[in-house]
Structures are given as structure tokens and as C-alpha cells.
């Protein structure tokens, strides 16, 4: 699909279905866990903490919480085009995309279960993409908040199988903020490893 097809796409997406897209946010994540997983001892001689996404919240920091505020009241009842719908999404997004990370991060040496949204490549090489908790992330919309996407480089690039399975990434978590027309990101990755997701 080419880039312009896709961000059409996203662009026609975000103008449909907010009052859906919202009780979406409210359900739970339904991604992978790292809870089955083997850790990898050590990569470049630094040890490897196997991380599950909510570690990547701050503790008290709920979806729930986004709409929390008052500007949301009423939410319910508006129809699809409704110029206080599209101020709500504005706001929502931009919610989103500043949500608190957790400094203690920074510099981790990590192993984190996830899926991939390409964002740079050649040909089926990927070599940068975003790394999501749950597969459609990102092309649906909203996307995540910032703080649940990690933007990924992995130099020597990775050919997937398919965008539906999900891997394992292990390298250096940085908590480094990434944005483009996509979404935007609250950590960033160095990666050193990516193997399939097997738990």
C-alpha cells in the first residue's frame, strides 16, 4: 500500500466512528504478554529485563483517566462529523500523544513482545517501525498512547513473515519521543535482536 493511499486512509478513519474508537480506548489492551517468556541473559554484556507494557505506564496512569475530564461530558451522544466530535478527537490526540513515560527506563537493556507498524524499509527489508502491544495499532485510530508505542531502529534491517505475528525486540530503551503523521512515540529502541514471539 503506498504511503499516500495509507495516510488517506488514516485521515478518512479519523474523521468516522470517534464515539467507537473512544470505547475502544476504554476496554483493555489486548496485546501480548511477556509473562511465558524465556529472558535473554545478556546482549553486550549488559543483562536483559524482560518488560510487559505496562511497565512503560506510570503507576496511576489509566486510559480511563483520559476521559476523566470535563471537556468529554456528553460524549456519548454525538453523531459522527459533529464539529464538538472533531474538537474532542483534536483533544484526545493530543492526549495521546504526550502521555507521561517512566525516566527509570531510560538506558534499560530490554526484551518487550510486540508487533510491528513499518515505517522505513527497502523492498521487504524493515528498519525502522513502531512497536505496538496490540496488532492493528497505529492503523486504526486513535493510535496508542505514546507511552504504549516504541519507535524501533534495527540496523541490519528485518524481512517478517507477516504483519500479524508478533516478535520479541531486545536492545537499548531509550525514553526519547518520536513523531510522524503516524503516531507518535514516548520511548525509542536501539534494537540488537528481534526473534518470533513463541509464548
Known sequence: MSKSIMLSSLTRLRARGLVAVLALLLASFVGVSSATAEAVSSVNG????????EVLMPPGYTLDGLLDDESFAGIGTLKDGDPQ???MMSKLQEALDSAPVVPEMD???VRLPGFVVPLEGEDQTIYTFFLVPYFGACI???PPPSNQIVY???EPGVKLESLYDAVWITGKLRTENFSNEMASSGYSMEAFRIEPYDG
Open 107 to 109: 538506558g534499560k537493556m
Open 152 to 154: 524501533v531502529h534495527y
Open 140 to 142: 486504526h485510530v486513535p
Open 85 to 87: 466530535a472533531d474538537l
Open 46 to 53: 549488559e543483562t536483559v529485563e524482560t518488560l510487559d507494557w
